[in-house]
């Protein structure tokens, strides 16, 4: 099976973002606490798209806002195809370019557009390439930290999952803290709608990441 993910998600309300690699480990992000939580959440690099945006613009605005850093992409040896939530996405051949690593849809309760500019719609697409940052990643926008995180570490990140700094560092994994956003050994959270972090588990274990970007 094969799908054009430019095209599929052309004219669309959609999200996208990218799953980085810096030196061989995965780039991921922290917010400050939801509303009714007290851990503090691991998300993926992406958002929603702006008026007049396509999701490769999308993606590289997010990842300078979020991690200051340009992207080279990077062709995966295949894509996941998803729709709302499926546990157990396909493996299809993306034929855009540059391929996505990830391609996902939602039914939506309503078709209105949820800002003035962008387009109505009946399905939400979701978008994430794989990449490579080109600069030195750091915190930005609401971004309150940077976690690096090895690649055998990201299956045990699972949504709705709560883990300690501590365990975190006895893992391998590294946090780069804004100035003044660190805060007394808060937990983390993997929030159980957050769709990137599983799907790039998924990705691994499926080989659909050349080996070389996890080499650094």
């Known amino acids: 099976m094969q799908l054009d993910s430019l095209r599929l998600a052309g004219g669309q309300l959609l999200c996208a973002g ?19 939580q007290s851990a503090w959440s691991i998300r993926g690099v992406g958002g929603g798209a702006e008026p007049g945006e396509g999701p490769v613009e999308t993606a590289r605005r997010e990842a300078a806002e979020e991690i200051g850093t340009r992207l080279e992409f990077v062709a995966p ?4 195809w998803w729709e709302d939530k499926a546990t157990n996405p396909a493996t299809v051949r993306d034929t855009a370019v540059p391929p996505a690593l990830v391609v996902g849809r939602v039914r ?6 949820w800002a003035p500019g962008l387009p109505p719609g009946s399905h939400l697409y979701l978008i994430n390439y794989l990449a490579r940052a080109r ?17 055998k570490v990201l299956p045990r990140l699972r949504p709705a999952g709560e883990w300690s700094v501590e365990v975190l560092a006895l893992w391998g994994v590294e946090i780069l803290w804004k100035e003044g956003h660190r805060a007394a050994c808060p937990n983390l959270r993997l929030p159980a709608w957050e769709e990137l972090v599983p799907c790039l588990a998924d990705a691994l274990r499926r080989g659909l990441v050349p080996d070389p970007l996890l080499a650094g």
């Open 77 to 80: 040896h295949g894509t996941l």
């Open 108 to 113: 939506r309760p309503s078709p209105e557009p």
């Open 18 to 36: 990218a799953a980085v690699f810096q030196s061989g480990r995965a780039v991921l992000t922290v917010e400050e606490p939801e509303a009714g």
């Open 135 to 151: 600069d030195c990643v750091a915190p930005g926008g609401e971004q309150s930290a940077v976690l690096l995180v090895p690649p």
